[in-house]
Nanobody, 124 residues
Framework: QVQLVESGGGLVQAGGSLRLSCTAS????????MGWYRQAPGKQRELVAV???????TYADSVKGRFTISRDDAKNTVALQMNSLKPDDTAVYYC??????????????????WGQGTQVTVSS
């Protein structure tokens, strides 16, 4: 019913920048919080940044001052601008959204959705 598609990953040298984007599509009524998570090899998935429906962001301590999360509700997108990248930022980045969707003409549902992930590799 709802799909999240990410784009923008790639290979960059330390100190460089990348911009990730994620678009939600499907039978969407509204989207609550949207966020980015990452998972490095051998590690658990961790929160990178989240933004509420009101536009309030929260960041992991490790990315504060370097990453900026934003959203465009008219396009159902969330973006992550990543600056001053470090090798420790290397991971698969996943988009996440808390979505209220249409079950049918009368009923709505709510669920948590994930994108397929996009690889970010930062070389030293």
């Amino acid at each position: 019913q709802v799909q999240l598609v990410e784009s923008g990953g790639g290979l960059v040298q330390a100190g460089g920048s990348l911009r990730l984007s994620c678009t939600a599509s499907g039978s969407i009524f509204s989207i609550n919080a949207m966020g980015w998570y990452r998972q490095a090899p051998g590690k658990q998935r961790e929160l990178v940044a989240v933004i509420t429906s009101g536009g309030d962001p929260t960041y992991a301590d490790s990315v504060k001052g370097r990453f900026t999360i934003s959203r465009d509700d008219a396009k159902n997108t969330v973006a992550l601008q990543m600056n001053s990248l470090k090798p420790d930022d290397t991971a698969v980045y996943y988009c996440n959204a808390d979505v209220v969707y249409y079950r049918n003409s009368y009923l709505r549902g709510r669920d948590d959705y994930w994108g397929q992930g996009t690889q970010v590799t930062v070389s030293s």
